[in-house]
């Protein structure tokens, strides 16, 4: 069998902000529909934790020979990202951890190596993710959106094997944006599109040639990009059937930039059946084309995300929490500097400590006792029953279940989206802990919620993020 994807996974933010309210602050029209929003306490990074959970989350998948992470909008720079990532999955150290960022097109670098190092065995998991602002008022803020996808590639065992590849370069201005600087400048459309559509046919049909394949073979077409003209004009003339073009995400979620390609074609894996041919253009800079075929193991993995409760592309559509106001989202953006609360600002985290406690901090492992079977978090050398001595192994339980115990809602805490809500958690299995909660409604919380755990910044002091993990209500309506 063929290398190809053998799991993927996407996570869409929780808020989604409605395009008549920027254009009811700013006045004039804004166009319809709705953005994913990333919370103030999600960036690029956590985003990408939390899909690449989701890709993992059913049993017997192969573990992962190497981690590739890409961005447009990374949290650091001259600093590898992806190893946040790496420590939040409780990766083994022998994996490798790499970044690949800058620009939209880095996402199908990575994609593209994940493909050539499965073929040799190497079982790379391939996550992207972005966040997309643009300065007020601007069409990349009306139209940009947050998100993330990741994808595991093996050897053997795919649900979608690949086919055939290509792409074409082309070095012309469509988008740039400067070091340090808050959005993107953008060129006139039809200059863009008049760069794109010729490089997209061009790598179109030499990947079509190298799979032995005409247009009407095609089941699904994907086509991505920033440039919304130009990949309308190469969804048109590319002689696919109408019936094969992927669904426009764009209206509810917007364009995800570096993590549009991966959200889109998760959504074809999601409704797609054995034996068809996808077909995904992503247009960057150039033109990327890669052929799938997905495989007899699909169904399988189709039903596995379903028994583990993975919510569905189509899921994530419909849901969503739409009441997110403009001035909150300038704020998340800092773009808006509004009077903090009359609180000491947070120190960051420091380094010695930080590496001490990677196991707990980054992976949420508790300690189990050998003894007695007590779990204590955080995790702790002396047993709180038996008392047992240093006869403790770790156990993870970022992926474990539990139930609100008591909470508190605080309106004096520092915060960029008060009131905080903070809850003290019961994990099933045992251990309790209190942290903060996200993605809640401080009016709707209740003892006895369900919650699970996902992977947040707290804060960043001093150009250090301090990531933690939070609690939120379970399957979020919206939050995949």
Known sequence: MAAGIVAWGVYLPYWRLERSAIGAALGGAAGTGTRAVASYDEDTTSMGVEAARRALVTPGLPAPGGLLFATANPAYQDKTNATAIHAALGLRSCVGAYDLAGSVRSAWAAVA??????????????????????????????????????????????????????????????????????????????????????????????????????????????????????????????????????????????????????????????????????????????????????????????????????????????????????????????????????????????APPSRRSEGWKFGFNASRCLRCGTRHLPPTRVCVSCQAIDEMEPERLADVLGTVATFTVDRLAYSLSPPVVFGVVDFDGGGRYQCEMTDVDPEAVRIGDRVEMTFRRLFSAGGVHNYFWKAKPLASEGSI
Do not use: C
């Not at 602002?133 to 595991?152: K, Q, V, Y």
């Not at 049909?205 to 990949?231: E, S, Y």
């Not at 995400?249 to 917007?254: D, F, I």
């Not at 106001?325 to 300038?330: D, E, G, I, Q, T």
């Open 113 to 350: 190596a994940g493909q050539t190092r499965a073929m040799l065995g190497g079982n790379p998991l391939v996550v992207v993710a972005d966040l997309r602002t643009g300065l007020p008022g601007s069409s990349d803020e009306r139209e940009g959106g947050d998100g993330a996808a990741a994808f595991l590639f093996a050897s053997q065992g795919a649900v979608a094997e690949i086919v055939a590849s290509a792409a074409s370069t082309g070095e012309f201005l469509d988008r740039w944006r400067a070091p340090g600087e808050d959005g993107s400048h953008v060129w006139e459309e039809r200059f863009g599109e008049q760069a794109y559509v010729p490089l997209a046919h061009e790598a179109f049909a030499d990947a079509l040639k190298r799979a032995d394949l005409t247009p009407d073979g095609i089941d699904h077409l994907v086509v991505a990009g920033l440039h919304t003209r130009a990949t309308k004009a190469v969804a048109a003339s590319v002689g696919v059937r109408r019936e094969a073009l992927a669904p426009d995400l764009g209206v509810t979620l917007g364009n995800l930039g570096a993590a549009q390609v991966g959200v889109a074609l998760a959504d074809v894996l999601e409704r797609a059946t054995p034996g068809q041919v996808i077909v995904v253009v992503a247009l960057a800079d150039g033109a990327d084309v890669v052929v799938l075929r997905t495989t007899a193991a699909l169904p399988a993995a189709q039903a596995a995300r379903r028994a583990a409760g993975v919510p569905t592309v189509a899921a994530g559509l419909a849901g969503g929490r739409r009441d997110l106001s403009y001035p909150a989202f300038l704020t998340w953006r800092g773009q808006l500097h509004r009077e903090p609360p009359r609180r000491p600002d947070p120190d960051r985290p420091a």
